[in-house]
Each structure stands twice: as C-alpha cells, then as structure tokens.
C-alpha cells in the first residue's frame, strides 16, 4: 500500500461509498405489507410492536380481551412474515425494523 499526496482533497473526492437503499426498500415494503392486513390484526401489531403498549393496554384501547389481542399479533406477525418473505420467527420483534417504522406514524 502507498501513500497518495492529496493537500487539495481531490483523490479523496473521488472515493466515494454511496449508501445502500435496502432499508429504505424494507421499510416500504414493511408499509405495504402493514397496509394490506386487516385493520384489527394491523392494529393489535401496531400497538404492541411499534407501540410497545402491554396486552393489557392494548386490550383496552381495542375494547377485548387480553387473548384476543395475543392471538391477533401473532396472526398478524405470521401473516406479516409471509408477506415479506420470511418465517414468523425471523419477523418476531425484530428491533431494526421496528425502528425504522417508529419513524412513521402509523394509524391504527
């Protein structure tokens, strides 16, 4: 490896790394996905994932019970999984994803 004089910047100005797109790819297909559930298996994921309300919260907010609620994220979290390609365990609560979609606002 050798050294390479550059006082004016303009070799470091050519070595450029440009970003990759596949978050912003995974989240609109996130969106897509979320968009084509069904409105109570969107909303109970909503709440509990992205949320991060307990069942009991979420119960209330949705006016059922605590099992209710439970059976319907994971519904949702399978249906989501095979949407996006992946198995329900993969999808789980993936903190990254979630993240990203923490940036939206979601209407539940």
């Keep these: ?3 390479v004089e550059d006082e004016e910047g303009a070799h470091a100005a050519q070595m450029i790394s ?3 797109q596949n978050g912003h790819l995974d989240l609109r297909d996130l969106k897509a996905a979320l968009a ?3 409105p109570n298996s969107r909303q109970a ?3 509990i ?3 991060n309300l307990t069942y009991q919260e979420a119960a209330a907010a949705m006016n059922c ?4 609620v439970k059976s319907r994220v994971w519904r949702a979290r399978e249906q989501l999984a095979e949407m996006l390609g ?6 789980g609560s993936d903190g990254v994803t979630l993240a990203a979609a923490r940036a939206d606002s979601w209407t539940v």
């Design 1 to 3: 490896m050798r050294e």
């Design 18 to 20: 440009l970003p990759e």
């Design 36 to 38: 084509r559930m069904a």
């Design 45 to 47: 994921l909503v709440l």
């Design 49 to 51: 994932v992205i949320e």
């Design 65 to 68: 019970q605590i099992g209710t």
């Design 86 to 91: 992946y198995t329900g365990s993969e999808i």
